[in-house]
């Protein structure tokens, strides 16, 4: 689902807002997340899941083509775990894999 897709449906259940609005709640919350994230907090919606920051240290790395080495500087990358509600749900009447 694209953010265009969850503003679309959100309008369409929601009729006593107008769309525009709706896409301004949208975009809010994803400001928020984004510029907390930045911040260096953790961000947590119970049943859904967390926003976390993770730090990757600077390391070598390697060109695949050419194999020669690289340096990778260090990074902050997004990470998002899922809540165990929403486990429950995405496996919900799936067979387990063997």
Known sequence: MTKSELIAELAAANPHFLAGDVEKIVNTIFDEIAAALAAGARVELRGFGAFTVKHRHARTGRNPRTGAAVAVDAKAVP?????????????????PAA
């Open 79 to 95: 990470f998002f775990k899922a809540g165990k509600e929403l486990r429950e749900r995405v496996n919900q009447g799936q067979a």
